[in-house]
């Protein structure tokens, strides 16, 4: 496969065209963003954790029987994913109250919840991702009532699958996001599983090891992402 020209650079990757109109060629970048693009940053060598730990996590998903995006990792930063149609939603789930939700709910972070939380973004930079609900997202024409449940379902997988992992590697699965596309009709999961998208802590000493470390200036963000990988690989290629 050829790459060809650059077709989007996001906050974390950039997206090029290939030979072959079924794929993307995805190169992932060490830019660090938070609170909506207003904290900006470099975290090194976070695209080459993000491109492993995205590559290992997706090999795991499938071989469970969950469908996505993930075609071959070509080396540090790139990998080959299937094009998807994006649909315009981000399904965050959570295991733990930490971030949005303890302000939301008026709860320490920490607090376990009695079952998996899923929640709805509309992805729109402009309006700084809104909350919304499934009728929402029917009615706007973003997704069916069908893809919506495939969502929520696949997404319950995704949980039951990652949680166990995890916690093999001494890690608690806090929370994080997913997004989903369409390939011939089909839903498949799409971007990234890595410490950008999670947030994962220690079990036992409740450390904080993903991108809260750049968000709130906590130090030691390239070695937490390190460590979450290291832990994780361990775990998976021995599974
Ligand atoms: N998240 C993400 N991208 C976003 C928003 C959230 O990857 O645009 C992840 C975030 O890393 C966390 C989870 O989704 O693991 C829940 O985030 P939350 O709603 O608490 O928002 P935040 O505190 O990150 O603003």
Redesign the pocket.
């Known amino acids: 496969m050829k790459k060809l020209s650059m077709l989007y650079e996001g906050k974390a990757k950039k997206i090029f065209d290939t030979d072959d109109k079924s794929y993307f060629w995805v190169e992932y970048k060490d830019d660090a963003t938070?609170?909506?693009g207003l904290k900006k940053g470099t975290i090194l060598n976070k695209g080459i954790i993000n491109n492993k730990m995205s590559a290992m996590m997706f090999t795991y998903l499938q071989q469970n029987n969950v469908d996505t995006h993930f075609v071959e990792i070509l080396n540090d930063r790139e990998q080959i994913v299937k094009r998807l149609k994006m649909i315009p939603l981000?399904i965050?789930v959570?295991n733990i109250v930490?971030?949005?939700?303890?302000k939301r709910v008026g709860e320490d972070e920490g607090y376990k919840l009695t079952s998996p939380v899923l929640?709805f973004?509309f992805k729109n930079d402009d309006l700084g991702?809104p909350m919304v609900n499934e009728t929402h997202a029917q009615a706007m024409g973003w997704a069916t009532m069908e893809q919506l449940e495939s969502m929520k379902q696949m997404a319950l997988k995704v949980n039951e699958l990652l949680t166990q992992v995890v916690a093999k590697a001494g890690i608690q699965l806090?929370?994080?996001?997913l997004e989903f596309g369409l390939s011939e009709g089909t839903v498949m999961l799409g971007d990234e599983i890595s410490p950008?998208?999670?947030?994962f802590w220690d079990t036992e000493t409740k450390e904080k090891l993903?991108?809260?470390r750049f968000?709130r200036d906590l130090g030691k963000v390239e070695e937490a992402y390190v460590e979450v990988y290291t832990r994780l690989k361990e775990v998976v290629e021995n599974a």
């Open positions: 938070a609170f909506n981000e965050v959570r930490a971030g949005s939700l303890a929640e973004y991702d806090v929370d994080y996001k950008d998208t999670c947030r993903d991108k809260d968000r």
